[in-house]
């Protein structure tokens, strides 16, 4: 009895030992597990329960143009976020939901649906609120004792002159990050790096006192100097906008302002654009405006929707898309009449053809038995290559490429950089659509001749008309200048690229020179004149669709053509009103553009017929009416006296203004409170020396704008002040005229 008790004891104490010694490796291999195997985890788990993590957005760089006027910048800003692990009951959470709601205007149900995540510790409600509107939420938190509630500091992207040069400078999501444009393209250096702000927990999981928190620093992200000039940028989105109104373009207006020699972009827009501030809220009347590609609408109709307005909404958002696309290098176009420049370029350095060279156009030619017809029914007769180009002859321009041969040609196509994108600093750049080599024949070699039947974008085409203009070099376009941070350190610059030669000194000068004189004595870009300056020009009207009356016009023109510095395009994409030809809706507004860009610039004007015809007055106030009778006479002037003083009161037209020569100048000798006036005559419809004789007669002066001489046969398009007015005596009428008559 007593033996089988022993065993039976010694047997239990067997079995106890086991379990204690499996207990014991079972707590050794836990310790194992968490000290050494998953001792990372656990640290971070630790770390987390007693530690909270808010992560300090940096404030973005700031982009300026190349004169370091601000065009992007930051306001500060607040994040709004809750910690549904601090929740101390339902009843908070509605109340959090309830309030948040009505001061930050989020949808209730969403913040009570986040109030649920009960493992949650970060749950964002809303982003960039303003710091007034932040400091109700904080006031709410405080009469109501929740510690839930927390605050992160932002920055919100401010762009102050809301659309300028929009689809360039793109904007930023309300993470703050680039989305489009130089934001996107360059965000990696704007963004900066996030800081962080690490604080301590008690066992309950709340932040304990500042004291037991460590700050790490946002780093504030590097500053973008753009080449753009903010008031080249400005002239042109103004005369593009004037474009846009005149012929209502069904798919918008572009331009493009570069430098010919550097290849830096000064300006680059796309009307109707929209506010960056607000990228998302578009006018109704420009969606009009933004029309989807068969693609787009092909995707759209074959994707399943759960209600109509879903639909709309996709519609919306993909407009939205293409509206916020640059235009100017992501939608190639066929160029029409403006590539005959570069197929002149390649004839004359070829040496297949000269000025001189005598052709004969019919209104056609005949290419592989196709009649291929010229712009001008009945045809331009005889003529010269020059005369050719300069009315924009296409059967000149045909057997000017035939001369250069297939092979030649599509090696020069390839040389101006037409078969590939330019490598501009902006995203989403598209190529080009063009002939394969094997399908070239001499057909597809008649119509590319004259910028038919293939597509370029506009940022490749001014490309290549800037190397036509800067004696041959073929220069990368950029946007950027240098990034520097806030000590004016620079960390990257970027400098003039040049590729390679692609035609000769020598057939540059040749061509702009032809150019030139083609605008200044009654080519087909005439309508590209600017008083004072030799402009280099070319217009072009091109058919978007065979068999369609969808028109692209078009004008490239540089300036001053015998010393370029700045070439420009302007494409009025699908006009709707008036007429389609680039030559009368585009070419007006890149004389406009450039009679604004010049001066600006500094380049002193040349004194052409007409500009020589102008004299800027001079103040002669306080003046004896002896010398000044003797000097007015002297430049050609009249002058009336009113009144019996001794000296000069006051004149009209003012000091500094530019008077046509004969031009009056009435000179008041005492103070003389109401003057004579007359009611402004119409002279809209009329020649310049029609208009002029109409002004002069009725006691005024005129400035005239667009018309080469008062032998033009050009037709006063608007004049200002506007008829019926009545002004003083001696005021100066400005009259714009344009040849309305072009075809190209």
């Known amino acids: 009895m007593d033996g089988n008790n022993y065993k039976l004891k010694k047997s239990r104490m067997f079995i106890v030992s086991l379990i204690i010694i499996a207990g014991i490796t079972a707590v050794l291999f836990k310790l194992y597990d968490i000290q050494i195997t998953n001792f990372k985890t656990y640290q971070d788990q630790a770390i987390q329960q007693q530690t909270g993590d808010i992560p300090i957005s940096p404030q973005r760089g700031i982009i300026y143009d190349r004169n370091m006027k601000v065009l992007a910048s930051n306001a500060p800003v607040e994040q709004v976020f809750i910690s549904p692990v601090e929740i101390k009951n339902d009843d908070e959470a509605k109340l959090i939901s309830q309030g948040l709601s009505e001061i930050l205007g989020v949808d209730y149900e969403d913040i009570y649906i986040k109030t649920q995540k009960k493992n949650r510790k970060d749950e964002n409600i809303k982003h960039n609120v303003e710091i007034s509107v932040a400091n109700k939420v904080r006031e709410f938190k405080l009469e109501n004792d929740i510690d839930a509630i927390y605050f992160r500091p932002e920055t919100k992207r401010i762009y102050p002159y809301s659309n300028l040069a929009a689809q360039v400078i793109g904007f930023t999501g309300t993470d703050n990050e680039g989305r489009f444009g130089v934001e996107y393209q360059f965000d990696e250096y704007l963004k900066g790096v996030p800081g962080r702000i690490i604080t301590a927990k008690n066992a309950l999981g709340k932040s304990m006192n500042s004291e037991y928190s460590t700050y790490i620093d946002a780093q504030q992200g590097n500053n973008v100097i753009l080449t753009i000039d903010w008031a080249i940028q400005n002239f042109l989105e103004k005369n593009l906008e004037a474009a846009f109104s005149e012929s209502q373009p069904r798919e918008r207006v572009t331009g493009i302002v570069m430098d010919v020699n550097t290849g830096e972009i000064l300006a680059m827009a796309t ?42 909404d996709e519609i919306n958002l993909q407009k939205l898309f293409k509206l916020w696309n640059n235009k100017a290098i992501t939608e190639p176009y066929e160029p029409g009449s403006t590539f005959k420049v570069i197929t002149a370029s390649m004839g004359l350095e070829e040496k297949v053809v000269k000025e001189t060279d005598g052709f004969y156009c019919p209104g056609y030619y005949v290419v592989s038995g196709i009649r291929i017809s010229c712009h001008l029914y009945g045809g331009h007769g ?9 009315e924009s002859c296409n059967p000149v321009l045909m057997q000017t490429a035939e001369r250069v041969g297939n092979v030649a040609f599509l090696k020069y196509f390839d040389a101006f950089g037409y078969n590939q994108k330019t490598g501009i600093d902006l995203p989403s750049e598209a190529g080009s659509i063009t002939h394969k080599p094997e399908n070239f024949r001499t057909v597809e070699l008649a119509t590319s001749s004259f910028g038919q039947r293939f597509k370029i974008t506009p940022i490749q085409q001014l490309t290549g008309i800037a190397a036509v203009a800067n004696g041959g070099k073929l220069v990368t376009p950029h946007v950027v200048k240098a990034i520097v941070d806030d000590d004016g350190n620079i960390i990257k610059s970027f400098d003039t690229e040049i590729k390679r030669m692609v035609i000769s000194e020598d057939t540059s000068k040749r061509l702009s020179g032809i150019l030139a004189d083609g605008v200044a004595n009654g080519g087909a870009a005439r309508n590209a004149f600017v008083k004072g300056y030799d402009v280099a020009a070319k217009t072009g009207t091109s058919e978007k669709e065979v068999g369609t009356d969808a028109r692209i016009g078009s004008c490239i023109a540089y300036a001053p053509a015998d010393n370029p510095q700045v070439a420009l395009i302007i494409i009025v994409d699908e006009p709707s009103v008036g007429s389609v030809y680039g030559g009368v809706i585009a070419a007006p507004y890149v004389s406009r553009t450039l009679a604004d860009i010049l001066p600006y610039l500094g380049i002193e004007p040349k004194y052409s017929e007409m500009a020589e015809s102008y004299i800027v007055v001079k103040n002669y106030g306080m003046q004896k009416i002896a010398n000044v009778k003797e000097d007015i006479i002297s430049k050609g002037l009249k002058y009336t006296v009113v009144g019996d003083g001794e000296f000069v009161r006051e004149q009209i037209p003012k000091a500094g203004s530019s008077l046509l020569k004969g031009g009056n100048i009435i000179l008041y000798t005492d103070n003389i409170q109401e003057k004579e006036t007359v009611e402004i005559p119409d002279v809209t419809g009329m020649t310049a020396g029609q208009a002029n004789k109409r002004i002069i007669d009725a006691g005024l002066n005129i400035n005239i704008i667009g018309a080469e001489n008062m032998d033009s046969n050009a037709i006063a398009l608007k004049q200002e002040p506007m008829a019926g007015e009545f002004v003083a005596i001696g005021t100066i009428v400005t009259v714009e005229f344009r040849h309305n008559s072009i075809t190209d």
């Open 271 to 312: 009307i109707p654009s929209f506010d960056l501030n607000n990228p998302g809220i578009i006018d109704p009347e420009i969606m009009q405006y933004i029309n989807l590609d068969d693609k787009t609408l092909l995707y759209i109709e074959n994707k399943e929707f759960e209600s109509e307005e879903a639909r709309e």
């Open 382 to 390: 005889s003529e010269t290559f020059a005369e050719g180009l300069k």
